[in-house]
């Protein structure tokens, strides 16, 4: 039970990896794409680039797996940023212990206010937002928070710092439905020069979060990599293994993905490399076509255009009309975001979308009291 | 054709129909009208009484149609339990779909906390129908401790394989003193039909419906299938045989004449 993911992740080395995706030919591509049930080794041949020319195939490939499994239905939540507090330094993102910005720990009743603004544009999903700063933003903090939001939401999910399993516990006691935490990067080396300082340089500590919250017997665990730090594919791969893993061993939990693409932030650098975005939809196309149950999440940073078309090819659940810096609803609209949003379209307007695309937008898909 | 009695209720449908998955709620309401269901599932996780634009409930027909609320979601018999009290008064029907699958991939339903959920729902006055595989034994549990009728499954959730438990469900319909109901895994009218032959009191079916091209079409092929199957039932099926039997000849002899 106390095993982790990290022998299973050291058993797999980037370099080979990587070059086991470059080397896939298109015959090994056919294969998967043509068998029943697949496994992790037919996700790494389907995100490989001689999967891209079967790219429409594997378009509806995935539009008819998903819709068979999750019907025609997509989920929407909003974030709810808490703080901005950070002690981290991770060289791309807005909320960098380093770079200047006024910063902000919501009060209960700041918390109260935003919360009410998301309910009144019809949210039930609601995801809470920090960045790492453990003494005044901790699981003390993030409990009163949820004890707060229990009575308007139906559902409540935590990005948050990686936390210890017995903290994990008592927010799934709490009635907190997931736990969202993003490796970044799977490439350890490359990981401390973006993660220079803070606790959030310890590799190992982070790579086995999802462990925890695994064993602290949470609802769903959300999990991805900033797109854009390092080779993508050699990153969704080992995101892919990671999900593999929970997914055997902590078998009560559902998992769900998401695809961070790096977007301009106040004082960070250019990504290093570029996903596009016939490559972001041959990734979501992968990853349904390998794992049917896997849920897929698609947030406002991207492209109105892009989120308008991807609807039924893959993705579960769409945030909307998102702000991404604390009181960002109503109590401080000006301040400076942790990345500027694409899709500025108001709730209302994605659910309209939504439904014109012939699917029903689901605002409620949970009860508190699970 | 008989009618189906479940508890204090009588339907002339044996067509239950669930009301995910589709693509909204007006197509769910059509699909409805045209199955001539009696009774719909719900899930308790998707009501939202006070917000009127996702409200499916008001997308029902309340007068003619038992609202038969359920518990997806939960992982044990308590939280269960918990479900169906909050479903008795936000849907006013003491009626309980029983739905405890903890494992979130095939959504089989655990039968341990189903029994234990079942038995204390009981207790306390539900009409409980269990989500359950198809275990003759847990079927004979089951009615021991209350249950209304049985909901086998045919094959997984969501998955339109038709009737992989066929066997298991014959036993549960030979031995079952309640109204057995396959649920789940039916894909075709044809999964429909057979289940209704081999003496299924009824069907529920929602994937095969909603994710449909043509929900309405479709849930007009299953209700006749339904029909087909259960009129067929009821009539008698001479049984087939491998070949044709037109002699009996390990018994001629009996007609000839001879003498010892």
Known sequence: MNSTFTPVFEAYSWEETAQKIYSTTPQQVQQSLHKSDRNIDDFLRLLSPAAKPMLEGMAQLSHQITTRRFGKNIQLYAPLYLSNECQNICTYCGFSMDNKLPRRTLTSSEIQIEAQALQAMGFQHVLLVTGESNHTVGTPYFLQAVEQLRSLFAQIAIEVQPLDREDYSALHEAKVNGVMVYQETYHREVYKTYHPKGKKSNFRYRLETPDRIGQAGMHKIGLGVLLGLEDWRVDSFFTALHIDYLQKKYWQTKYSVSFPRLRPATGIVEPNFVMRDDDLLQLICAYRIWNPDLEISLSTREHPVFRDHIIPLGVTAMSAGSKTNPGGYVIAPESLEQFEISDERSPAAIAALIAKKGYQPVWKDWQIEY | ?260
């Not at chain 2, 479940?6 to 589709?22: E, L, N, P, V």
């Not at chain 2, 029994?115 to 021991?144: M, N, S, T, W």
């Not at chain 2, 299938?225 to 044709?244: H, P, Q, V």
């Open chain 2, 1 to 260: 054709m008989n009618q189906l009695t479940i508890a204090d209720r009588t339907f002339q449908s044996r067509f239950f129909m669930g009301t995910g998955k589709f693509g909204s709620p007006q197509l769910m309401r059509d699909a409805l009208v045209a199955s001539g269901s009696e009774l719909v599932t719900v899930a308790l996780k998707r009501i939202g009484l006070h917000i009127e634009d996702d409200d499916i409930l008001s997308y029902i027909n309340l007068d003619q149609m038992q609202l038969l609320p359920n518990t997806s979601g939960a992982r044990t018999a308590k939280e269960a339990v918990l479900a169906a009290q909050l479903a008795r008064e936000a849907m006013q029907t003491n009626w309980i779909k029983l739905e405890i699958h903890p494992d979130p991939k095939y959504l089989m339903p655990d039968p341990i906390e189903t029994l234990l959920a079942c038995e204390e729902l009981a207790k306390q006055g539900f009409v409980v129908l269990p989500y359950i595989h198809a275990d003759p034994v847990l079927c004979k549990r089951l009615e021991e401790v209350g249950t209304a009728a049985v909901m086998p499954l045919g094959s997984p959730i969501g998955s339109n394989q038709g009737l992989k438990t066929l066997e298991f469900l014959s036993i549960i319909i030979e031995q079952s003193q309640v109204p057995v109901i396959v649920d789940a895994g039916i894909g075709s009218p044809s999964d429909a039909c057979k289940a209704m032959e081999i003496g299924a009191d009824a069907v529920l079916i929602n994937t095969a419906v909603a994710v449909s091209n043509d929900p309405v079409a479709i849930a007009q092929a299953f209700a006749k299938a339904i029909e087909s199957g259960r009129l067929a039932y009821e009539t008698g099926i001479n049984n087939s045989e491998a070949k044709a039997i037109g002699s009996s000849p390990l018994t001629e002899f009996l007609t000839q004449s001879y003498s010892s």
